[in-house]
């Protein structure tokens, strides 16, 4: 099975900001992409794209992204250089105790700056990953939906990741919060071999579900656990 990119967009008051932000933590270039800034990935690292929208955070998203940390003293630059570029500390109930640091960035979404030493991300990459709420059974879907293996499963918990390495996506397993909104995060696949109509058919027969065409072409569907995500047109 090929293997796909994935994106993940970001809904922002500010995508220029927004992006200029997240440039400045991850060491990469932006790019304007057709209304849309664009911060591209390669295969092992996750592209991350902002696009305009007024919609308001409400509560915790539902993905969050992991920073990880080479070597000891990474995470307070990393921290230092996030509260530099805009961001700032967020209490999400994390105790004392927990080396991670938790975030948000100029526009209130959470993200992790993990210690070094961490053996679950060793050679994941700076964005080490996206850490999902969500089932196991979303977890094996997008497993086939991104030809990617699945490098941890237990105890309702998964992971996948590229075969090229690099950045791991995980769902935590259940309680899930129930879904009240769109979410503001979500993923962006781009068609392998340029047929959308073939990657949506073959995405439908893994469990997604339909939902909209966009005016950009792009077809809207949702995941088994109803987060919604897009695939583009070539």
Known sequence: MLSRTLTVTFDAHDPARLARFWAGMLGREVVEDAGAVLLPGDDTQVGLQFVPSNTTKAGPNRIHLHLTSAQPGDQERTVAT??????????VGQRPEEGHIVLADPEGNEFCVI???????????LL????????????????????????????EETAVQSPHGGTKVAWGGPPVAPKKARNRQRFDLAPAGGDQQAEVDRLVSLG?????????????????????FRVRRN
Do not use: I, K, M, Y
Not at 82 to 91: F, N, V
Not at 141 to 153: I, K
């Open 82 to 91: 996030a509260l530099e570029l805009g961001g700032g500390h967020l209490d």
């Open 115 to 125: 210690e070094a030493g961490n053996g679950f991300l060793a050679g994941c990459g």
């Open 128 to 155: 080490g990953e996206l850490a999902c709420d969500g089932t196991r059974e979303v977890g094996l879907f997008w497993s086939a939906a991104l030809g990617w293996p699945l490098v941890w499963d237990q105890d």
């Open 208 to 228: 997604a579900t339909r939902l909209d065409v966009g005016e950009d072409g792009a077809v809207e569907l949702a995941d088994p656990d109803g987060n919604e």
